[in-house]
């Protein structure tokens, strides 16, 4: 396994204990983390524990799928890089109540989501005829 996807796979891993550290918080002491609590874990499972492990084990299996190389290693890697720039910027934005973080790191982890649709269309495209 390619060490990026393996990043993928730990990373979401974290991401996953620390979604399930903030619900307990939030249960058992309501008020004790601020802003808003529910979208950011919310987006922590989804876009980090989720979405991660998605990343991670799509980007090692498709192209074995596929028999295709990878179409790009370099689009992959930045995936990774915004990927965890946009997510922990949209986490401080909802500890803050920062609207404009959560939409820098939104529009920063959505740009990794494009980066990952046109990496994986274009591994996984046909060589011949549609069948």
């Given at each position: 396994?390619?060490k990026?996807?393996?990043?993928?796979v730990?990373?979401?891993?974290?991401?996953?204990?620390?979604?399930?550290?903030?619900?307990?918080?939030?249960?058992?002491?309501?008020?004790?983390?601020p802003?808003?609590?529910?979208?950011?874990?919310?987006?922590i499972?989804l876009?980090?524990?989720?979405?991660?492990?998605?990343?991670?084990?799509?980007?090692?299996?498709?192209?074995?799928?596929?028999?295709?190389?990878?179409?790009?290693?370099?689009?992959?890697?930045?995936?990774?890089?915004?990927?965890?720039?946009?997510?922990?910027?949209?986490?401080?934005?909802?500890?803050?109540?920062?609207?404009?973080?959560?939409?820098?790191?939104?529009?920063?982890?959505?740009?990794?989501?494009?980066?990952?649709?046109?990496?994986?269309?274009?591994?996984?495209?046909?060589?011949?005829?549609?069948?």
């Amino acid at each position: 396994m390619h060490k990026r996807n393996r990043w993928f796979v730990t990373i979401s891993l974290i991401y996953g204990l620390l979604g399930g550290l903030v619900a307990l918080t939030q249960l058992i002491a309501p008020g004790l983390i601020p802003g808003n609590v529910a979208r950011m874990h919310g987006h922590i499972m989804l876009l980090g524990f989720i979405l991660m492990m998605i990343y991670g084990v799509a980007l090692h299996v498709l192209p074995r799928f596929s028999g295709n190389a990878l179409y790009s290693e370099r689009m992959a890697n930045w995936q990774l890089y915004l990927a965890n720039t946009g997510l922990p910027l949209m986490i401080v934005g909802w500890l803050t109540l920062l609207n404009w973080l959560v939409l820098a790191g939104g529009a920063i982890a959505y740009s990794a989501i494009v980066l990952f649709s046109v990496n994986m269309l274009f591994t996984v495209k046909p060589n011949g005829p549609w069948r």
